[in-house]
C-alpha cells in the first residue's frame, strides 16, 4: 500500500464534508483523476462515508482514514474499512495496531527523529505537517541522512506550492481546502470540481 500511496502524488484531505453529497464529492475527484483519497475521523459520520466510498469505489480509489488520534478512532476507522491511516501526531499505539493488521500507517512528525523514530516502529512514509511551517528546503536536507523515509506532506499545501514539495523530494502531498472548495462542495458546483482537480492532477504528475 506504501507504494500505491507514493504513486498517487495527490491525496485530497475530506475534512468535515457533508454526509450527504460524500460519495458524488469523492466520484468527482476520481472522475478528476485522483487515485486516493482521506477523510478525516473529525468527519461527522466519517465511518459511515469511509464505508460507503469502500463499496461505491472500491475498485477506483484507495480510501483511508485521516485526523486519527486515538487507537479507538483508529479501530472504528480499520472496522469502516479504511485502507491507510494518516495522524497529525506519532502515536505509537495506532501505528502498532495499524501494522499489526496489515494496514500502511502514516504518522505525523516534524522533526528527524520523531521521523526515524516513527520509522523504526514500522511506518515506511510519515506526514511532515504542517508543511507550510516547514519550507521544501527542509525535505531536501533531511532527505539526505533519511532516504530511506518516505515523506507525505500535507497543511497549507496549494497549487502554487505542491510540486515544490515534490521536487524536494516528497514522494506525495494532502491538499485540504486549496483543492476542496468549500463553495463549490456547499453549491454543488461538481464539474467546477472536477475541472479543478484535473488541473492539479497534470501539474503534479
Not at 67 to 96: K, Y
Not at 134 to 153: A, E, N, Q
Amino acid at each position: 500500500m506504501y507504494n500505491e500511496l507514493k504513486s498517487a502524488k495527490l491525496i485530497p484531505v475530506l475534512r468535515k464534508i457533508p454526509y450527504e453529497t460524500s460519495q458524488i464529492l469523492i466520484e468527482t475527484l476520481i472522475l478528476g483523476g485522483v487515485k486516493a483519497i482521506e477523510i478525516t475521523m473529525d468527519t461527522k459520520n466519517a465511518p459511515e462515508i469511509i464505508r460507503e466510498a469502500r463499496q461505491n469505489f472500491g475498485d477506483r480509489v484507495i480510501v483511508g482514514a485521516g485526523t486519527v488520534l486515538t487507537l479507538e478512532e483508529c479501530m472504528l476507522a480499520l472496522d469502516a474499512g479504511a485502507q491507510f491511516i494518516v495522524s497529525p501526531s506519532l502515536n505509537l499505539a495506532v501505528v502498532e495496531h495499524s501494522l499489526k493488521n496489515g494496514i500502511a500507517v502514516v504518522p505525523g512528525v516534524f522533526t528527524p527523529t520523531e521521523m526515524q523514530t516513527a520509522y523504526s516502529a514500522g511506518a515506511e512514509m510519515i506526514k511532515l505537517f504542517p508543511a507550510s511551517a516547514l519550507s521544501p528546503s527542509f525535505i531536501k536536507d533531511v532527505k539526505g541522512p533519511l532516504s530511506h523515509i518516505s515523506i507525505m506532506t500535507t497543511g497549507g499545501i496549494t497549487i502554487n506550492n505542491a510540486k515544490t514539495y515534490l521536487e524536494a523530494g516528497a514522494s506525495t502531498v494532502g491538499a485540504g481546502s486549496d483543492l476542496i472548495n468549500k463553495e463549490m462542495v456547499k453549491n454543488e458546483k461538481w464539474a467546477l470540481l472536477q475541472k479543478e482537480t484535473e488541473r492539479w492532477v497534470e501539474l503534479l504528475s
